[in-house]
């Protein structure tokens, strides 16, 4: 498969083979700034600085709505406080460009607002429901589903895919 150029703040570009449309696929790089396998954790600020979003003073609420958007994304049960939180902190602005289109504009007091409104954005237009989880609980990462039939459950068939596929069948042999 060929693999799309990701931007440099994208962490870990070698693994990524289902990138999510511009601007989800900032969302999608926040999320897999945790890589849950390999138990490494690539949110600094750093990572906000290069994907062009203002820091954030607190790292450990970043980390947080983190999972907090994985959860979403993994249709499990999320804790929606860190979410709320940087929702109250942030600010609505409407904007006119020059042809007269009207768009929201965020003012929060750091990029996690603006991942916010992606979010949003994303919601409105559809393309949130393809961004998923992979269902490897060993894994998670996130990653858009590119199918016809929107039902796509693996970041990878080849690993995580055969991996999960491997272990059913083996439980069902066993006596």
């Known amino acids: 498969m060929a693999m799309t150029?990701?931007?440099?703040?994208?962490?870990?570009?070698e693994t990524e083979h289902k990138p999510a449309p511009a601007?989800?696929?900032?969302?999608?790089?926040?999320?897999?700034?945790?890589?849950?396998?390999?138990?490494?954790?690539?949110?600094?600020q750093e990572w906000f600085k290069q994907a062009g979003l203002v820091v954030p003073d607190d790292l450990q609420l970043a980390r947080c709505m983190r999972e907090s958007i994985r959860d979403l994304?993994?249709?499990?049960?999320?804790?929606?406080?860190?979410?709320?939180e940087v929702a109250a902190?942030?600010?609505?602005?409407?904007?006119v460009a020059e042809r007269g289109e009207l768009d929201l504009r965020g003012c929060g007091p750091d990029g996690l607002f603006e991942l916010l409104l992606i979010i949003r954005s994303?919601?409105?237009?559809?393309?949130?429901?393809r961004l998923r989880v992979c269902a490897n609980d060993e894994c998670r990462w996130a990653f858009y589903d590119r199918s016809k039939n929107q039902q796509g459950h693996w970041c990878d068939m080849s690993t995580c895919g055969n991996r999960l596929k491997n272990r059913k069948l083996r439980a069902r042999k066993r006596p």
């Open 5 to 13: 150029t990701l931007p440099s703040w994208y962490p870990w570009p």
């Open 23 to 44: 601007p989800l696929l900032l969302v999608q790089a926040f999320v897999n700034t945790l890589d849950v396998e390999e138990g490494v954790d690539a949110l600094d």
């Open 73 to 84: 994304l993994s249709s499990r049960e999320a804790d929606l406080a860190p979410l709320r």
């Open 89 to 95: 902190r942030g600010d609505l602005r409407l904007t």
């Open 122 to 129: 994303a919601q409105e237009d559809g393309t949130w429901q």
